[in-house]
């Protein structure tokens, strides 16, 4: 039975990927990022691909405060259920705090946790109403722990998975039908490095590093089995039941070398 996904920042990257994934079960899509090229290119690429697809693009700035409302009155006006809400858009930002630009940091906020909360709060109404829905959230795995020199990246990160989880158990007490996915993904090669000015970051070489392709399958995966939380890298899925018996000390420690490697001065 083919449902409906909505995933934000489905024009590039993990959103891309997992799209792809949807489309190529039959699902309709509904792709909502910024607007520009890398929409136009993902459409073009997706008719394309799949021909008689039936997609939907919503460009849209979720970072604008009416963002999150004018998606719903989109998805509204065109009669589309949104039966799974993919919340993946999200940037970065690196560096020593003080640094920073406060307004991009100010954005990001918007966008990572924001935006995430108030599309979560519009549709999970309507699937609670139908008993029927699927929501994920693309964390990171910076949120489990904290992140010198990606303090707020990190933190916005660590909202996400602690909502996603929280979520999942509410509507689990609840014997509701509606699932929640938390993934939390390592880092990856894809426009965020770009985006965030990490093209010198040691963190997309390390020993943590996957791929799109990867991460999108583990994903797909993870929806497929209603999974509470993927961790889409085998290593650290595996490691990660020892890594929470460490001291917090050591975890930031891990992270604190990675990320001050090549810092931008
Ligand atoms: N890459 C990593 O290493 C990594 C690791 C862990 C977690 N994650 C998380 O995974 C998610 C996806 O990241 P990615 O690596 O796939 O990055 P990406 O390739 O840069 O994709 C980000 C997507 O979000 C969209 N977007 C950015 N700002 C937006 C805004 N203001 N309003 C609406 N859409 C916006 C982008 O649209 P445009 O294409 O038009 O810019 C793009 O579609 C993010 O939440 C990120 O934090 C990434």
């Not at 390592?186 to 040691?202: D, H, K, L, N, W």
């Not at 799109?212 to 797909?220: D, F, L, N, T």
């Amino acid at each position: 039975m083919p449902e409906t996904f909505l995933i934000t920042g489905g024009s590039s990257g993990i959103g891309l990927a997992l799209a792809h994934h949807a489309a190529k079960a039959g699902h309709r899509l509904i792709l909502a990022a910024l607007p520009g090229q890398e929409l136009e290119d993902a459409e073009r690429s997706f008719r394309a691909s799949y021909p008689g697809i039936d997609l939907h693009l919503c460009p849209t700035d979720l970072t604008r405060p009416k963002g999150p409302d004018e998606v719903y009155a989109f998805t509204q006006s065109r009669h589309l259920d949104v039966d799974v809400l993919v919340n993946n858009a999200g940037v970065g930002t690196w560096g020593r705090l003080h640094t920073l630009d406060p307004e991009k940091e100010v954005k990001m906020i918007e966008l990572n946790i924001l935006a995430l909360y108030k599309l979560t709060r519009l549709y999970l109404t309507p699937m609670q109403e139908r008993q029927a829905g699927h929501i994920l959230f693309i964390a990171s795995i910076a949120a489990f722990q904290p992140n010198p020199y990606m303090a707020t990246y990190g933190a916005t990160k660590a909202f996400v998975r602690s909502f996603g989880l929280a979520l999942y158990h509410e509507l689990k007490d609840q014997g509701s039908a509606v699932r929640v996915t938390t993934v939390c993904p390592p880092a990856i090669p894809t426009a965020f490095q770009r985006v965030a000015g990490m093209e010198r970051s040691a963190l997309f070489s390390g020993w943590l590093a996957s791929d799109v392709a990867s991460v999108a399958a583990a994903v797909w995966k993870g929806y497929q089995q209603k999974s509470p939380q993927v961790i889409p890298s085998r290593l650290l899925s595996f490691l990660q039941p020892f890594i929470r018996l460490l001291p917090e000390s050591w975890s930031i420690w891990m992270a604190r070398r990675t990320l001050r490697q090549n810092l931008p001065e």
